[in-house]
């Protein structure tokens, strides 16, 4: 597969490197611009980037469901829990703007919609995950839900910085947590293009089989 050639893989992995590092250097950005929490608390760099981050990565199931129909009830699922991260990460429009605790309303029925186009076709759903479990581009999605979701919440929990600063800055285990969960989601999407470019080139190699 084209994708699996050592060109392509190691062209990749550059790619890669100078992305995870653009990003950590646009996290110095925010460490050099003083924000006021009261004003602009959810209005960082960091905080944009995330959100642009998964909007990337909402573009690249949508169209891998695109490029394979028998992907799609995967993609489906993979796209819905996609917009519940992206509702999470500006929760603070709703409670402003909207009503308190609107957010979490609209994550259960735009989780519960997509889970419902996608057990329409369960066999093609089993086939899709069966599919993707076995494929790179799990692990790397999987590291990163884990950095965002489960490391990046104890890094910014109170007790670690009370045990390790003499005086407890909020600023910096907020600033610290932000930033993992941006390393999380920049594995995420890279994890996404993976898959993308598996379900893209998977489809080309059976369709050039086929006109033999």
């Not at 993707?132 to 489960?150: A, D, E, Q, R």
């Amino acid at each position: 597969m084209i994708t699996d050639s050592i060109i392509s893989v190691t062209l990749r992995f550059l790619v890669y490197v100078f992305f995870i590092l653009g990003v950590t250097q646009l996290l110095f950005i925010d460490t050099a611009v003083s924000y006021d929490p009261n004003i602009v608390q959810e209005a960082t760099l960091t905080e944009w980037l995330q959100l642009t981050f998964l909007a990337l990565i909402l573009f690249l199931f949508y169209i891998a469901g695109k490029a394979s129909k028998g992907k799609r009830p995967m993609t489906n699922l993979l796209i819905g829990v996609t917009l519940v991260v992206m509702i999470r990460e500006v929760d603070w429009f709703f409670d402003t703007y909207i009503s308190v605790g609107a957010w979490q309303i609209l994550t259960v029925i735009v989780f519960v919609t997509f889970l419902f186009f996608s057990f329409k076709e369960m066999k093609l759903l089993k086939n899709g995950i069966k599919d993707f479990i076995k494929h790179p581009s799990f692990g790397i999605i999987l590291c990163g839900f884990l950095t965002t979701f489960v490391f990046a919440p104890v890094l910014g929990s109170l007790n670690i910085w009370k045990a390790v600063m003499d005086g407890y800055l909020k600023s910096i285990a907020e600033g610290a947590e932000e930033g993992v969960e941006l390393l999380g989601y920049s594995f995420i999407l890279i994890g996404a293009f993976e898959y993308f470019l598996r379900v893209k080139y998977s489809r080309y190699k059976i369709s050039s089989f086929n006109m033999k």
